[in-house]
């Protein structure tokens, strides 16, 4: 009675182990929904800001979930029953796709901002909480557009770097605001010795105009770069000024902008050498590899050319062959003298030495051929 009992507590601790692993497993291929937090931010970096000058917002969140919606709002004061209220009229509404990537960047056009108090509010939707809504994102305090503080065209920039740095091997982004319809303008950058590295395609004046230079425009790591805006002739629209031309008669934007490349992953630094074969002659030879050089290697002095490299090889490869061959021939000798008289033993060895004597024998004669058609017949050296 007590065998039995034990046998069906066994068989039942036994289904319940199965059952439990079986869950256990279920729950690892089929998880249940992570209900974590979701979160993002908005941040503005060319605060502060002068009336119809573009605007470059970043985003950046904390989980991969689709499209962020930003909204710009323009402060209004409204009369309610003889009280004024504020009020946040929305101007305009953009999109960031965030279902690749944690960060992205938007730049707003500033020919929609006339002077006046704005704010920056978006929505992220919250794929992780099943019906719940979505949350706002954590955005900066409401900023004031001023009128230009001048008459003249202004350089800005729009970039999504922390100024003064700049990341290497990135394109940067400038805008000219405050521009002349009839003028043409153009971005000039200048290294620290103020030689010019890049100019851009004159462009017509026509709202804020926007200017990408490119990497190489930036080549040198460390490097300080200024960045100029010029006002030219707008017959000059839609090409490359040449720079006797803007000098003459270019008119210099206000804020020229300074940077610096630190940031990013430099450039791998190269670092000279000697080449080891150059021994000719000594002791630190002439900076050219020539017949008579050698190159010392682990195997012995190696010629710098094709003849004389190859004939040390095959010398090398012919010692190695023969040294094999001379281990197979003793192996096979001592299996025989150890076979004690078994004819499997011993055919065995007859057999390794055999192999090993034919394969030396293969080796000399063909040495021997290659010798004659390449030295006797063709004439090699």
């Not at 605001?177 to 010795?193: E, G, R």
Request: net charge neutral; with cysteine; charged share 10%.
């Amino acid at each position: 009675m007590f065998k039995t009992l034990a046998k069906i507590f066994l068989c039942l601790f036994a289904i319940s182990g199965i059952l439990t692993s079986l869950f256990s497993l279920t729950r690892t291929i089929n998880p249940l929904p992570t209900y974590a937090t979701s979160h993002c931010a908005i941040t503005v970096p060319s605060l502060p800001i002068e009336s119809g000058q573009s605007i470059r917002v970043m985003v950046s969140t904390t989980l991969n979930q689709g499209t962020v919606s930003i909204n710009l709002d323009r402060e209004t004061q409204e009369n309610v029953g003889g009280v004024f209220i504020t009020i946040w009229a929305p101007v305009t509404t953009a999109y960031a796709d965030m279902t690749r990537s944690t960060r992205a960047s938007l730049l707003f056009d500033g020919s929609m901002f006339p002077p006046g108090t704005y704010r920056f509010t978006a929505n992220f939707p919250n794929f992780y909480k099943v019906g719940s809504p979505s949350e706002p994102c954590t955005s900066p305090a409401p900023f004031t557009l001023t009128s230009p503080s001048s008459t003249n065209c202004i350089l800005r920039y729009t970039g999504i770097d922390i100024l003064p740095n700049i990341t290497f091997k990135r394109t940067q982004h400038f805008e000219i605001t405050n521009v002349n319809p009839s003028k043409a303008y153009i971005v000039q950058v200048y290294d620290s010795q103020n030689n010019l590295t890049y100019t851009s395609v004159a462009k017509q004046g026509n709202g804020p105009l926007q200017f990408d230079p490119p990497p190489s425009a930036f080549p040198e790591w460390g490097g300080a770069y200024t960045i100029k805006g010029v006002a030219v002739s707008g017959a000059l629209a839609g090409s490359v000024p040449p720079p006797l031309l803007i000098s003459s008669n270019g008119s210099p934007c206000d804020n020229p902008i300074t940077v610096t490349v630190t940031e990013g992953q430099p450039p791998p630094v190269l670092v000279s050498g000697e080449n080891p074969c150059d021994t000719y002659p000594p002791p630190n030879g002439d900076g050219k590899i020539t017949k008579e050089d050698t190159c010392p290697t682990a195997l012995g002095d190696l010629k710098p050319e094709l003849g004389p490299f190859a004939q040390k090889i095959l010398t090398i490869g012919a010692s190695l062959a023969g040294a094999i061959a001379l281990i197979i021939m003793v192996i096979g000798a001592i299996r025989v003298l150890t076979s004690g008289g078994d004819p499997k033993n011993v055919a065995a060895g007859r057999e390794m030495i055999i192999a090993a004597v034919a394969g030396l024998l293969f080796l000399i004669f063909s040495f021997l051929i290659l010798r004659f058609i390449g030295v006797d017949i063709i004439g090699l050296p």
